[in-house]
């Protein structure tokens, strides 16, 4: 049971070219999130899934978008970087129940864009 | 809306000491409430929750937090800090989408 797998685990990207990070659960779980960590800033919500085929924005969407084609998988692509992206991504899971769950974190990717 | 903060960005406690890390929030009614810690470089690991009932909550590693509604507050404490601590820590509250609110983190330096 690998739980959250973020891949990679860093990656430098030149201004104006687009990557995706990739985000796989094991866990069977229906929700899905992508955070950004600056530092100083804690962690805000940049998209989420509630299940295969639905998404939503975050806190902070711009400049990324998401998609949910299997209960598994939630990559987040970047578009156009932008040195504002620069940031530590983390990947997040829960069952979803209407009950007091826990998110699990995967272990990040950091990001530089330049 | 709802918000978790955290006031202190820095703390540095002795070895051995006791340890009390401040956060307050600020929801409309009872929230379901974490700490997480992160070591450099590393992922979150939840260390305790709060969702109802006792308001005193223990988790990992020694640690505890206290859940007072009048206070608005969540302060996680730990009787005597080892080195190992030495990290950086989260309180966060769910969001409206299952979401974490994450305040914006106290790093704990452990003096030798």
């Known amino acids: 049971n690998a739980g959250v797998t973020q891949t990679p685990k860093f990656r430098i990207l030149k201004i104006g070219q687009s990557m995706t990070l990739q985000c796989t659960q094991d866990?069977?779980?229906?929700?899905m999130y992508w955070y950004r960590q600056d530092p100083g800033m804690g962690l805000k919500l940049i998209y989420y899934s509630v299940g295969a085929g639905i998404t939503d924005k975050g806190e902070v969407p711009n400049g990324y978008n998401v998609s949910r084609s299997t209960t598994e998988d939630f990559p987040l692509r970047l578009e156009l970087a932008a040195p504002s992206q620069t940031s530590v991504y983390f990947c997040?899971?829960?069952?979803?129940?209407?009950?007091?769950?826990?998110?699990?974190f995967g272990p990040g990717t950091r990001l530089t864009v330049l | 809306a709802q918000s978790v903060t955290q006031p202190d960005i820095h703390i540095t406690v002795s070895e051995g000491a006791s340890l009390e890390l401040r956060c307050n929030y600020s929801?409309?009614?009872?929230?379901?409430l974490f700490w997480y810690v992160q070591s450099p470089g590393q992922g979150l690991q939840l260390l305790l929750k709060y969702f109802s009932g006792d308001t005193l909550v223990q988790g990992i590693k020694g640690f505890e937090a206290e859940f007072k509604r009048s206070q608005s507050s969540f302060n996680l404490r730990k009787p005597s800090v080892h080195w190992s601590d030495a990290a950086e820590y989260f309180c966060?509250?769910?969001?409206?989408?299952?979401?974490?609110?994450f305040g914006k983190g106290t790093k704990l330096s452990v003096k030798p």
């Open positions: 997040a899971s829960r069952r979803g129940t209407s009950g007091p769950d826990e998110q699990f």
């Open positions: 866990m069977n779980h229906n929700y």
């Open positions: 966060a509250g769910r969001g409206s989408q299952g979401n974490l609110i």
């Open positions: 929801y409309g009614a009872t929230p379901y």
